[in-house]
C-alpha cells in the first residue's frame, strides 16, 4: 500500500548529509554511554543519552535549524572537556569518539548553514524595501 504522505520517521526528509549525520550521532552517542557505564561516570552516560535522544527530535523533524546549532555547541564543547577530564589517560575508543565529533561538528555546521542559506535565498525571505 502506498501513500502520497511524507513519513519523517522513514526518512523520506532527511538528506544523505544528515543521514551521515545520524550515524556520527548515534556511534558517539553509544561510545559515550558505554564509557559512562564501564567507567562508573554518569555524566558521560548522560551525554550520550543527550546525543541519542537529540536522534529521535531530528527524525521527528523537530527545529532541525536548532538541533544543528545546539549540536555543533554540544558536541564542541566535550572536546576540550575530554582532554582536561582524561589527562594523559587517553584510550584508543576516546580518540575514536572525538574524531566522530569533529566530523560531527563539520557535518552539523555544513547543515545549518546550509538551511540558513535556503531560509535566506527562498522568496518568501526577501521583503521589497
Given at each position: 500500500m502506498s501513500s502520497s504522505k511524507s513519513s519523517v520517521l522513514e526518512g523520506q526528509s532527511v538528506s544523505r548529509l544528515g543521514w551521515l549525520a545520524v550515524a556520527l550521532v548515534a556511534v558517539t552517542g553509544v561510545i559515550h554511554v558505554y564509557a559512562g557505564v564501564v567507567e562508573g561516570r554518569i555524566p558521560v552516560a548522560l551525554a550520550g543519552v543527550g546525543f541519542l535522544a537529540a536522534i529521535g527530535l531530528y527524525l521527528a523533524d523537530y527545529r532541525r535549524p536548532l538541533l544543528y546549532l545546539v549540536g555543533v555547541v554540544y558536541t564542541a564543547i566535550q572536546i576540550p572537556l575530554w582532554y582536561v577530564v582524561k589527562a594523559g589517560e587517553?584510550?584508543?575508543?576516546?580518540?575514536?569518539?572525538?574524531?566522530?565529533?569533529?566530523?560531527?561538528?563539520?557535518?552539523?555546521?555544513?547543515?545549518?548553514?546550509?538551511?540558513?542559506t535556503a531560509t535566506t535565498d527562498s522568496p518568501t525571505a526577501s521583503h521589497a524595501g
Open positions: 587517553f584510550t584508543t575508543i576516546g580518540y575514536v569518539d572525538k574524531a566522530v565529533q569533529v566530523v560531527l561538528v563539520v557535518v552539523l555546521a555544513y547543515l545549518y548553514w546550509q538551511t540558513r
